[in-house]
């Protein structure tokens, strides 16, 4: 490792909360950039999930958008403590005064500290027959599927998508492709408070998918606030005028949205802001961090990935001779909507620029494939 990045020609202590594609994409930077440093991860949960393929359990088992952190952990050289670290303001203020985490009996200390504990979901269900976001990455929603077609009683089962944001969008699609060939009698709702469908999309985008959800026999039903489930009936209140109706439901996805568990608010460099303090030696990268300046600061995996490789880079910098960072500038390169198994729509480069069908599917495989092979040690993000 290049002297530069010694502390005191010791080999440089980092230390990464939370193993999302932000503290991966640092930790694998770190790595390549700094052969010997002493990388040590902090999640609770066992594996990476690869969360943009979250959809695809409908179809196959969730172990295979799972990667364990022992296998990374071997690949790439750093140590893995599966425990959850609750924090808030005052507990970073006590990290950067002591240089060092409290764990059980024990002290890890760092010379830098990454922050990427990522978002929860909005929404949260323990009811039987509903799952959130974070249910579904804990739960093959597959062998849900399978248990429920399986059961005998009623012929008609009705499947609810509720929220029609990219994941909800994503996984009506998946269920349309599963259902179609299962031989079921079946409906799927996609339900959603907004007038209209993907506001935040080009208009070109959401008429596409409302396209394609004719032509699968998907229900879109707009303007209708989610207000729980009595039983196995799902119960709603229009955004206007306040008119209260029901859905029955077999199956149903709470999917609406996620939000930082605590926002870290971020200098341009990634470096932690407390008011007008800069946490020099505490970094943030992904969907918890707000960073200031021009740089993306949307929750999603492409920002997720070049805000960790940025606060990788400024680390080293930092920990340099000349104590310097550099801004972080990555802008969206575009945003592509799985539809199923073989189509997709969204935007590459510029938002005017709307690709759509095996074009958008194949263009989507290959951000996937792309991220596979960085985690295989091959690093192509040039961008």
Excluded at 37 to 45: H, N, S
Aim: glycine letters at 8%; proline letters at 5%.
């Amino acid at each position: 490792m290049p002297s530069r990045y010694r502390r005191n020609k010791q080999p440089l202590r980092l230390v990464i909360i939370g193993g999302g594609y932000a503290g991966l994409s640092a930790l694998i930077t770190l790595r390549h950039r700094a052969p010997d440093a002493e990388i040590t991860l902090i999640d609770p949960r066992p594996c990476h999930l690869l969360v943009t393929r979250l959809h695809e359990t409908v179809r196959k088992p969730l172990q295979d958008i799972q990667i364990p952190f022992q296998t990374l952990a071997r690949r790439f050289n750093f140590v893995h403590i599966q425990q959850a670290i609750p924090f808030d303001e005052a507990q970073l203020q006590t990290w950067k005064a002591k240089k060092s985490i409290r764990l059980g009996e024990q002290s890890l200390a760092f010379d830098y500290l990454l922050m990427a504990v990522g978002t929860q979901p909005d929404s949260t269900s323990s009811a039987d027959g509903v799952f959130d976001l974070d249910s579904l990455s804990r739960h093959s929603l597959n062998t849900e599927i399978d248990s429920l077609l399986a059961a005998p009683g009623k012929l008609k089962k009705h499947f609810n998508v509720i929220g029609a944001g990219p994941s909800g969008i994503q996984f009506c699609f998946e269920l349309a492709h599963r259902l179609a060939n299962s031989g079921a009698d079946y409906q799927i709702n996609l339900i959603d408070g907004h007038d209209t469908l993907l506001p935040l999309f080009p208009a070109a985008v959401g008429r596409y998918v409302q396209k394609r959800l004719d032509q699968r026999g998907i229900r879109l039903l707009t303007g209708q606030f989610y207000r729980g489930l009595d039983d196995q009936t799902l119960l709603f209140e229009h955004a206007h005028s306040g008119e209260q109706s029901s859905l029955p439901s077999d199956l149903t996805l709470l999917l609406l949205g996620k939000k930082p568990r605590l926002c870290l608010h971020a200098n341009s460099s990634g470096q932690i802001l407390l008011g007008n303090q800069v946490l020099s030696h505490l970094f943030t990268a992904g969907d918890c961090s707000h960073y200031d300046e021009l740089g993306s600061n949307l929750l999603t995996s492409q920002a997720a990935i070049r805000k960790g490789k940025a606060a990788a880079n400024n680390i080293l910098l930092n920990a340099g001779a000349l104590r310097f960072c550099l801004p972080y500038m990555h802008q969206e390169l575009g945003y592509l909507l799985s539809l199923g198994p073989d189509d997709a729509v969204g935007w590459v480069v510029s938002k005017n620029n709307i690709i759509s069908g095996l074009p958008a599917y194949l263009a989507k495989q290959a951000t996937e494939t792309q991220y596979d092979l960085f985690l295989s040690g091959i690093d192509s993000y040039l961008l």
